[in-house]
């Protein structure tokens, strides 16, 4: 597993340390294995990504870090506390933004709510309501500043709440999918403040989880592929994307007809096969051992009876590597 | 220290306001206070009605008549907080979806939950205060302010504000295992209803039921209440025991509840955090 620490990080102290982790959720039927023995370090100052599909376990990951569950085994630290007996400490340290959710007394209007929340933090006042309008201006939300939260888009609610998680100045910030069901514009602002946040002082930490192989290339100073509860890769995303660079990455763009996804997949010096339909097309992202291999697969196109209508060669993305230690793309259900 | 105390303080005011802008918002203030003044009054008199025809107002029964609108006008105390604190806790998760925000937040989250049935609970104080006066006015009880005995009353208040704070704390908790609970908090403070003395005296209750009654604070601090008010004119449960040897059932009581409460506080908050109840999906 490739490990590999951010130079600008100061991984001597560690923001968020875990040691065989593991949550097992019991139900009347099953037990489900979020995660399995999670060793992870993060250093003091790393914008620190956690990717995975659905159910892989990162939210259970971060539910344990925030202290909102408990692990059934192994050990988890943030800001060097223990998540499980010194949470009451740990919690004026850390803060939590999860997106795609509705969070919000929809009767109070977004500055109430967020002043009110300073004050669970114990913020003073005055430098709330100061530190408040300040993010709120950086964020684009002035406007909305005295507005109901009920009368707030999706995208403005989030944002909302991102202030709620940066006015407090956690040490460690724990964002869950924040930028999910966002649009291009919102999804940006949300990235940019999140940067900012870290560069106006070097010490603090962010974990983040995404769906988008994108934002967490363009993000985070080091990243960790989680599948079915385990961490099966850690590093930079450059490191990450340099372990396919020997392999060739080819994009075909196939019209409607049989799937072909497992025959491809079937194919000798096929590393690896993603597809997803976009405008009526499938999009199929092929990793191939050398250029050799693709006559096999135009053959085997051709042989399903599906129409090639596009052909092109790329260089490896964070995206690609994921598809080549999971198994499938991010989007893609498990089998 | 102080630092930390100020700081829990503008916290739990915070939690105040949040309450009264939630308990508050359906309708104008106005409208709110009138249905918060009408909904005791109503309740009581229906009582006194039922008292009425039941009795036919007979002279003999005036005490049990005090002893109703007493225990009927400190009940509300009980029913607000209970109710309160559980609905409290269940919208924040199930309607609003923002309760793992505030679980997380440092201000503690049993300082939370009582700033946010703060404006519950003063609301039911006032309407104390309003049966009272019902009582005085429309039924003719013999109560003056200028006869009540309050350090007495203050004394009995104060711990029953503790122990129904600490029983409504854990409640809440407890409710978190489930998904669809709307209501469960009204219904424990009903349940509560016939085990405090606050319409019929426990003695009536079958005997192991009357023994769990007797565990409780609750019929200690309406008793002490009734002869704090009343001076011997209400009916009364603990005929036999003075007024400092209720009192010191009160305090036997209360630290009981505070007791088991604490400890039922602390497995509740485990087990939430153990099985994820805090964000779990609930309905509304």
């Given at each position: 597993?490739?490990?590999?620490?951010?130079?600008?990080?100061?991984?001597?102290?560690?923001?968020?340390?875990?040691?065989?982790?593991?949550?097992?959720?019991?139900?009347?039927?099953?037990?489900?294995?979020?995660?399995?023995?999670?060793?992870?370090?993060?250093?003091?100052?790393?914008?620190?990504?956690?990717?995975?599909?659905?159910?892989?376990?990162?939210?259970?990951?971060?539910?344990?870090?925030?202290?909102?569950?408990?692990?059934?085994?192994?050990?988890?630290?943030?800001?060097?506390?223990?998540?499980?007996?010194?949470?009451?400490?740990?919690?004026?340290?850390?803060?939590?933004?999860?997106?795609?959710?509705?969070?919000?007394?929809?009767?109070?209007?977004?500055?109430?709510?967020?002043?009110?929340?300073?004050?669970?933090y114990g913020m003073d006042s005055t430098a709330a309501r100061k530190r408040i309008d300040e993010l709120l201006e950086r964020l684009g939300l002035s406007d909305a500043a005295n507005k109901q939260i009920t009368g707030l888009s999706s995208g403005m609610r989030q944002k909302m709440n991102l202030v709620r998680g940066l006015m407090t100045d956690p040490r460690v910030l724990f964002l869950d999918e924040p930028t999910v069901a966002l649009d291009v514009s919102a999804a940006r602002d949300v990235r940019s403040e999140v940067r900012r946040w870290m560069r106006e002082d070097p010490t603090r930490t962010v974990i983040l989880t995404t769906h988008y192989m994108q934002e967490a290339d363009e993000l985070c100073d080091r990243v960790a592929i989680v599948n079915r509860g385990r961490i099966v890769a850690e590093g930079t995303p450059r490191a990450l994307k340099q372990s396919v660079d020997d392999d060739v990455i080819v994009d075909l763009q196939l019209d409607p007809g049989t799937p072909v996804l497992d025959r491809l997949r079937a194919i000798?010096?096929?590393?690896?096969?993603?597809?997803?339909?976009?405008?009526?097309?499938?999009?199929?992202?092929?990793?191939?051992?050398?250029?050799?291999?693709?006559?096999?697969?135009?053959?085997?196109?051709?042989?399903?009876?599906?129409?090639?209508?596009?052909?092109?060669?790329?260089?490896?993305?964070?995206?690609?590597?994921?598809?080549?230690?999971?198994?499938?793309?991010?989007?893609?259900?498990?089998? | 220290?102080?630092?930390?105390?100020?700081?829990?303080?503008?916290?739990?005011?915070?939690?105040?306001?949040?309450?009264?802008?939630?308990?508050?918002?359906?309708?104008?203030?106005?409208?709110?206070?009138?249905?918060?003044?009408?909904?005791?009054?109503?309740?009581?008199?229906?009582?006194?009605?039922?008292?009425?025809?039941?009795?036919?107002?007979?002279?003999?029964?005036?005490?049990?008549?005090?002893?109703?609108?007493?225990?009927?006008?400190?009940?509300?105390?009980?029913?607000?907080?209970?109710?309160?604190?559980?609905?409290?806790?269940?919208?924040?998760?199930?309607?609003?979806?923002?309760?793992?925000?505030?679980?997380?937040?440092?201000?503690?989250?049993?300082?939370?939950?009582?700033?946010?049935?703060?404006?519950?609970?003063?609301?039911?104080?006032?309407?104390?205060?309003?049966?009272?006066?019902?009582?005085t006015l429309a039924l003719h009880l013999d109560i003056s302010p200028l006869r009540v005995d309050y350090?007495?009353?203050?004394?009995?208040?104060?711990?029953?504000?503790?122990?129904?704070?600490?029983?409504?704390?854990?409640?809440?908790?407890?409710?978190?295992?489930?998904?669809?609970l709307h209501g469960y908090g009204e219904i424990m403070a009903q349940f509560l209803y016939l085990f405090s003395g606050a319409i019929f005296p426990i003695s009536v209750l079958p005997g192991p039921i009357a023994w769990l009654a007797s565990l409780s604070p609750l019929p200690y601090w309406l008793e002490l209440c009734r002869r704090a008010i009343m001076h011997g004119q209400a009916y009364l449960m603990f005929p036999n025991l003075s007024d400092g040897e209720v009192f010191l059932r009160l305090v036997a009581a209360t630290a009981g509840t505070l007791l088991l409460g604490y400890v039922l506080y602390r497995m509740a908050d485990r087990r939430a955090r153990r099985l994820g109840y805090i964000d779990m999906e609930a309905n509304w």
């Open positions: 597993m490739a490990r590999t620490h951010h130079p600008s990080s100061d991984t001597s102290r560690l923001a968020v340390e875990t040691r065989r982790l593991t949550r097992v959720y019991k139900t009347r039927r099953e037990l489900t294995t979020a995660l399995q023995d999670v060793d992870l370090e993060v250093g003091e100052g790393e914008l620190f990504g956690v990717l995975g599909p659905n159910g892989a376990g990162k939210t259970t990951l971060i539910k344990i870090l925030v202290t909102l569950l408990l692990p059934t085994s192994g050990q988890a630290f943030v800001d060097g506390l223990d998540v499980v007996t010194d949470y009451k400490r740990l919690r004026s340290r850390i803060g939590m933004v999860s997106g795609g959710e509705q969070a919000g007394y929809g009767i109070l209007k977004v500055r109430e709510q967020l002043w009110m929340f300073s004050q669970f000798e010096g096929v590393g690896a096969a993603s597809v997803r339909e976009e405008d009526g097309v499938d999009r199929f992202s092929l990793m191939l051992a050398d250029d050799g291999v693709l006559p096999r697969v135009m053959t085997t196109v051709e042989g399903a009876g599906r129409h090639v209508s596009g052909l092109v060669r790329r260089q490896p993305t964070l995206e690609d590597a994921f598809v080549k230690l999971v198994g499938r793309s991010m989007t893609e259900e498990e089998a | 220290m102080g630092v930390a105390i100020t700081r829990q303080w503008t916290g739990y005011a915070a939690a105040v306001r949040l309450g009264w802008a939630v308990s508050s918002n359906w309708t104008r203030p106005i409208l709110f206070i009138v249905y918060s003044v009408l909904r005791p009054v109503s309740m009581a008199l229906i009582l006194a009605v039922m008292y009425t025809v039941i009795t036919g107002n007979a002279a003999a029964t005036r005490p049990y008549l005090a002893f109703l609108i007493v225990g009927t006008a400190f009940w509300s105390f009980i029913q607000e907080g209970v109710s309160e604190f559980a609905t409290g806790i269940l919208e924040d998760r199930g309607r609003y979806h923002i309760l793992k925000y505030s679980y997380m937040a440092p201000l503690g989250f049993p300082i939370f939950l009582i700033g946010r049935a703060t404006s519950k609970l003063a609301s039911a104080a006032a309407s104390v205060v309003i049966v009272l006066l019902v009582g350090p007495l009353l203050v004394a009995a208040c104060l711990l029953a504000f503790v122990s129904v704070i600490a029983f409504a704390i854990t409640l809440s908790m407890v409710l978190l295992a489930g998904r669809d």
